[in-house]
C-alpha cells in the first residue's frame, strides 16, 4: 500500500516578486482586472510609516480613483469590516486592494465578500457559505509571517463571542499577490521576529499534519530552510534585501502550503488567545509553537529530523527518535534569539481563561488533523504550560 495519501491541489493566483513591484506594478494589475475605482485597505502602523506613498503616487498617475481604509485593528473585529464595507459601498469600488499584514488582508477578503453578498459577516462562517464570488483583491503584505496573500479565507473576531470565526471558500483566494521585499525596510524588528515565526509554525504544521501531501511538503520544507537561513538576519537589520526576500518568499511558500492542507493545535490555540485576550497572532503562535512541537513529537515519523537539519541541528548520524527534540530545540534557540517572550503570562493572559479558550480550540478544525490525537485536557494542559 502507498503511503502517500490521495490529494487534490490548485493554486490559481497570480504571484509576482520583485523589488518595487508595489510602486511599479500596481497600477497595471489594477487594470488588468477592469477596475478603476478601488479601497485601498491597510493600517494605522503602515499608514504612518509613510509605506501607501508610492502606491498612491502610481494610483494617481494611473487615473485610479482610490479612497483609503486604515481603521484596521490587531485581530480586526466585525465592526473594522463593516465601516470598510460601508466605504467601499459609497464609492462604489470594483476591488480591494490590501496593504499590510494579516489584519489588513483578512479585511479586505472580508470586504470584497460584503460587497458581493451583503448580510452580517457571521452567516458565512465555515466552508462555502457564501453565494457570490468576492469581489477581486489585490495583496500586498507588508509583513513576512502571514501568507494571507495566498489562502482562500479571512479570521476576524467576533468580539461579543471573544471567537475568532474564519470564513473559507475558493473565491476567497486574491487574485494577484505583490510581494515586494523593497518595503521591509522600516519593520519593527519585533514584528519581523514574531510574524517570522508566525510562517514558520504555518510550514512545520503544514508539514507535519495528518493530511500533509508531497506538493505541500516541497513547499514547507523549503520554507523552514529559508527562515532557519534568513530570520535572524532579517530580525537584525529588515532593510537587508536578500533576508526580507528570502522571508518573503518562506512566508508566501507556507502560506500556500497551508491554504492547501491546514494546519494543527497551534493555531487552534493561537485564535482563542486572540479573541480573549488581544494577543498578536504571530506572538501567540511563537510562543505556543514549542509546547505543541512537544506535544506531537510522539507521532513524529521523521520529519522532526528533517525539521532539525532545516534549522542547523547537526543530526545526520541520529535515528529519527534521537534527532527529534533537536527540532524543538532549534525552534526555542531560534525564538530566544530574535527576542520571542517566553511566556503568554507577559501578555496578560490568566489561567482563569483556559476553559473556555480550550473549548473554543477544540472547535477549529486544526486539531482534527494534528498529528497527535487531542482530547480537551490536552490542551488544557497545553495552555498552562505556556502561560
Given at each position: 500500500m502507498s503511503t502517500i495519501k490521495d490529494f487534490s491541489y490548485s493554486h490559481p493566483i497570480k504571484t509576482v516578486l520583485e523589488a518595487g513591484a508595489l510602486k511599479n506594478r500596481l497600477v497595471d494589475e489594477i487594470k488588468a482586472l477592469n477596475a478603476d475605482k478601488i479601497l485601498l485597505v491597510t493600517d494605522p502602523g503602515v499608514l504612518n510609516a509613510g509605506l501607501l506613498n508610492d502606491a498612491e503616487v502610481a494610483l494617481k498617475n494611473g487615473g485610479i480613483t482610490y479612497k483609503v481604509f486604515a481603521d484596521v485593528e490587531p485581530n480586526p473585529r466585525t465592526d473594522s469590516c463593516y465601516r470598510g464595507y460601508e466605504m467601499a459601498q459609497e464609492m462604489e469600488a470594483g476591488l480591494i486592494v490590501a496593504i499590510?499584514?494579516?489584519?489588513?488582508?483578512?479585511?479586505?477578503?472580508?470586504?470584497?465578500?460584503?460587497?458581493?453578498?451583503?448580510?452580517?459577516?457571521?452567516?458565512?462562517?465555515?466552508?462555502?457559505?457564501?453565494k457570490n464570488a468576492p469581489l477581486p483583491t489585490i495583496c500586498v503584505p507588508t509583513t513576512s509571517g502571514t501568507g494571507s496573500e495566498t489562502t482562500a479565507m479571512t479570521v476576524i473576531t467576533v468580539k461579543a463571542r471573544n471567537y475568532k470565526m474564519t470564513i473559507l471558500g475558493k473565491n476567497m483566494l486574491p487574485n494577484v499577490a505583490l510581494l515586494d521585499p523593497s518595503i521591509f525596510g522600516k519593520m519593527p524588528p519585533f514584528i519581523a521576529a514574531s510574524t517570522g515565526m508566525d510562517a514558520l509554525t504555518h510550514a512545520i504544521e503544514s508539514y507535519t499534519n495528518l493530511i500533509a501531501n508531497p506538493f505541500t511538503d516541497a513547499y514547507g520544507v523549503e520554507a523552514i530552510r529559508l527562515i532557519g537561513k534568513y530570520l535572524r538576519h532579517f530580525v537584525a537589520q529588515a532593510s537587508d534585501l536578500e533576508a526580507a526576500t528570502g522571508m518573503l518568499v518562506a512566508s508566501n511558500l507556507a502560506g500556500i502550503a497551508f491554504?492547501?492542507?491546514?494546519?494543527?493545535?497551534?493555531?487552534?490555540?493561537?485564535?482563542p488567545l486572540g479573541g480573549f485576550f488581544d494577543v498578536p497572532h504571530g506572538v501567540a503562535n511563537s510562543i505556543l509553537l514549542p509546547h505543541t512541537m512537544k506535544y506531537n513529537m510522539l507521532a513524529d515519523h521523521g520529519k522532526y529530523k528533517v525539521i532539525a537539519?532545516?534549522?542547523?541541528?547537526?543530526?545526520?548520524?541520529?535515528?529519527?527518535?534521537?534527532?527529534?527534540?533537536?527540532?524543538?530545540?532549534?525552534?526555542?534557540?531560534?525564538?530566544?534569539?530574535i527576542g520571542i517572550p517566553e511566556n503568554l503570562g507577559l501578555y496578560g493572559v490568566t489561567q482563569d481563561k483556559i476553559p473556555q479558550m480550550s473549548k473554543d480550540a477544540m472547535l477549529s478544525g486544526n486539531i482534527k488533523i494534528n498529528p497527535r490525537c487531542t482530547k480537551l485536557a490536552d490542551i488544557e494542559a497545553l495552555y498552562r504550560g505556556a502561560i
Open positions: 499590510g499584514g494579516g489584519s489588513p488582508i483578512d479585511v479586505a477578503k472580508a470586504i470584497a465578500l460584503l460587497m458581493t453578498n451583503g448580510g452580517d459577516l457571521e452567516s458565512y462562517e465555515g466552508p462555502e457559505k457564501y491554504g492547501q492542507v491546514r494546519l494543527g493545535n497551534c493555531h487552534a490555540m493561537a485564535h537539519q532545516l534549522l542547523g541541528e547537526d543530526v545526520s548520524r541520529m535515528t529519527d527518535l534521537e534527532a527529534a527534540p533537536y527540532a524543538v530545540e532549534a525552534v526555542e534557540k531560534l525564538s530566544k534569539d
